[in-house]
């Protein structure tokens, strides 16, 4: 399984970006996708994830009410709005898929594939 992150750029604080990712598999709708990030000297932190069965998502609470993580299994690939950015929002963004569990893990060590990472950047 290959996931292709993108979105990521340079954006000013209280601004939007949207992060894409797309898994090449046809059993796409039966993993459950999270965002993680790293900061720059930091460990790399879940952001946001989406179970496969129902949807269900979870976030972590640096970023709940502002990040949104979204799933379109036709075109397999999962989404994550994130607006009102911060400065404290600037990682490196990584998504990733587990395909043996229903809920949604927050560590890394669940997740069996990773994209390649896509950088967000927020001025101040």
């Known amino acids: 399984v290959q996931l292709q992150a993108s979105g990521g750029g340079l954006v000013q604080a209280g601004g939007s970006l949207r992060l894409s990712c797309t898994a090449s598999t046809r059993t796409f709708r039966r993993y459950t996708m999270g965002w993680f990030r790293q900061a720059p000297g930091m460990e790399r932190d879940f952001v946001a994830g989406?179970?496969?069965?129902?949807?269900?998502?979870y976030y972590a609470d640096s970023v709940k009410g502002r990040f949104t993580i979204s799933r379109d299994n036709a075109k397999n690939t999962v989404y994550l709005q994130m607006n009102s950015l911060k400065p404290e929002d600037t990682a490196v963004y990584y998504c990733a898929a587990d395909t043996q569990t229903m809920t949604i893990p927050t560590m890394e060590r669940s997740y069996e594939y990773w994209g390649q990472g896509t950088l967000v950047t927020v001025s101040s």
């Open positions: 989406i179970s496969w069965s129902i949807g269900s998502t």
